[in-house]
């Protein structure tokens, strides 16, 4: 089956940053050498990543990752990027908790060596289920494997949300909070609003998003729960698994953390799931329908941690209308790059947001 191009990401080039890290390096390690400077093949669609090795005697790894700010030239789909603040959750989650979080090493705030802030941390070997292909889609490890080594991974890693949500002190996460009033739940959805705006800013906006923005205030949840640390970009493309099995290695990606009620994690790793199967039906194969389901999910959570997921058709609906708005911003970076067009017809402007249907239909309150 082909496949469209993926979308570009960066205006950087992986060998002049090797270059000025190299520079930047020799100031910490004096005489050190990076070597074998690659891009992940999954390399995100917010912050870059760059893997290299350290050739030093007194190096505190070998294997590392770089994760850089976003190119602002590279319209990013975030407006800000806080490299410290990342840093400073991966320290915590690890001081706190028993995941497995890589272990990081240097913070640069300094724009000058890189062109942007960032952060060194210690690499882990593994694999890491695809996006592109997604791993619903037949020719991938995780697709390829049976029923029971889908169940170890999928009980393993709703452990890890069950672990950090118990695990991490609460009040620990508070300075994640949104700035703004309200409840941490309310906080959470008006920077969502924001993001928004600054998306749609000078463009045309998405009737759909709006109706969905509507559609949780129909929906608000009349408890909103104790507010704990929450991962953000919770799903399994986000851990390092085991290269000859199915338990996490490393928990990626925390950009996106916050203070937050259990279930934004919970809708978040449902509908991320359903996103990629839908997309994998919608193209003609069956996907992995027996895997993540919601009921399995929120069941399995409830066991592990004593807490019954509530609210989850506002949390589902939350998680598919922010993937929404990255869509929307991702697709008006292609415009920006020539590799699409946007519609000339403003009521054309859903269908940007590639799970547009689904998202209607949650909408609608006929999805599940």
Same mark, same amino acid.
């Given at each position: 089956?082909?496949?469209?191009?993926?979308?570009?990401?960066?205006?950087?080039e992986?060998?002049?940053?090797?270059?000025?890290?190299?520079?930047?390096?020799?100031?910490?390690?004096?005489?050190?050498?990076?070597?074998?400077?690659?891009?992940?093949?999954?390399?995100?669609?917010?912050? $870059?990543?760059?893997?290299?090795?350290?050739?030093?005697?007194?190096?505190?790894?070998?294997?590392?990752?770089?994760?850089?700010?976003?190119? %602002?030239?590279?319209?990013?789909?975030?407006?800000?990027?806080?490299?410290?603040?990342?840093?400073?959750?991966?320290?915590?989650?690890?001081?706190?908790?028993?995941? %497995?979080?890589?272990?990081?090493?240097?913070?640069? +705030?300094?724009?000058?060596?890189?062109?942007?802030p960032?952060?060194v941390m210690?690499?882990?070997?593994?694999?890491?289920?695809?996006?592109?292909?997604?791993?619903?889609?037949?020719?991938?490890?995780?697709?390829?494997?049976?029923?029971?080594?889908?169940?170890?991974?999928? &009980?393993?890693?709703?452990?890890?949300?069950?672990?950090?949500?118990?695990?991490?002190?609460?009040?620990?996460?508070?300075?994640?909070?949104?700035?703004?009033?309200?409840?941490?739940?309310?906080?959470?959805?008006?920077?969502?609003?924001?993001? *928004?705006?600054?998306?749609?800013?000078?463009?045309?906006?998405?009737?759909?998003? +709006?109706?969905?923005?509507?559609?949780?205030? +129909?929906?608000?949840?009349?408890?909103?729960?104790?507010?704990?640390?929450n991962?953000?970009?919770?799903?399994?493309?986000?851990?390092?698994?085991?290269?000859?099995?199915?338990?996490?290695?490393?928990?990626?990606?925390? $950009?996106?953390?916050?203070?937050?009620?259990?279930?934004?994690?919970?809708?978040?790793?449902?509908?991320?799931?359903?996103?990629?199967?839908?997309?994998?039906?919608?193209?003609?194969?069956?996907g992995?329908?027996?895997?993540?389901?919601r009921?399995?999910? +929120?069941?399995?959570?409830? &066991?592990?941690?004593?807490?019954t997921?509530?609210?989850? &058709?506002?949390?589902?609906?939350?998680?598919?209308?922010?993937?929404?708005?990255?869509?929307?911003?991702?697709?008006?970076?292609?415009?920006?790059?020539? $590799?699409?067009?946007?519609?000339?017809? %403003?009521?054309?402007?859903?269908?940007?947001?590639?799970?547009?249907?689904?998202?209607?239909?949650?909408v609608?309150?006929? *999805?599940?």
């Open positions: 089956m082909a496949t469209a191009p993926r979308p570009r990401t960066s205006t950087r992986p060998e002049e940053l090797g270059r000025r890290l190299a520079a930047w390096l020799d100031g910490r390690l004096p005489g050190a050498k990076v070597a074998n400077t690659s891009v992940p093949g999954s390399n995100g669609m917010s912050s $870059e990543t760059l893997l290299f090795d350290i050739e030093h005697p007194d190096a505190p790894v070998r294997g590392c990752a770089l994760r850089l700010a976003a190119d %602002p030239a590279a319209y990013t789909v975030f407006p800000t990027y806080d490299m410290p603040r990342q840093h400073r959750v991966m320290s915590l989650v690890a001081e706190h908790t028993d995941l %497995p979080v890589p272990r990081v090493l240097w913070l640069e +705030e300094d724009p000058a060596p890189l062109g942007a960032f952060f210690a690499r882990v070997e593994g694999r890491v289920p695809p996006d592109v292909m997604p791993y619903t889609y037949e020719g991938n490890w995780l697709h390829a494997a049976d029923d029971t080594q889908r169940a170890r991974l999928q &009980e393993a890693s709703i452990s890890l949300l069950a672990r950090l949500h118990d695990q991490f002190p609460a009040e620990e996460a508070r300075f994640l909070l949104p700035p703004g009033s309200g409840s941490p739940l309310r906080r959470h959805v008006d920077a969502s609003r924001a993001h *928004y705006a600054w998306v749609v800013e000078g463009l045309a906006p998405s009737p759909l998003l +709006e109706r969905a923005f509507a559609r949780l205030e +129909e929906l608000w949840p009349a408890e909103e729960g104790t507010a704990v640390l991962w953000g970009d919770a799903r399994i493309g986000n851990v390092v698994y085991r290269p000859d099995g199915f338990e996490p290695v490393a928990v990626l990606d925390w $950009e996106m953390a916050a203070c937050a009620p259990r279930e934004v994690d919970l809708g978040w790793t449902v509908y991320l799931h359903r996103f990629f199967q839908d997309l994998t039906v919608g193209f003609g194969q069956s992995l329908p027996d895997f993540l389901r009921e399995d999910v +929120e069941r399995r959570y409830a &066991e592990l941690t004593g807490h997921p509530r609210d989850m &058709e506002f949390h589902t609906l939350y998680a598919a209308l922010r993937h929404g708005i990255l869509m929307l911003r991702i697709a008006y970076r292609q415009a920006h790059f020539g $590799e699409v067009e946007i519609p000339a017809d %403003p009521d054309a402007v859903d269908g940007l947001i590639l799970h547009h249907a689904s998202l209607a239909a949650m609608r309150g006929s *999805y599940w």
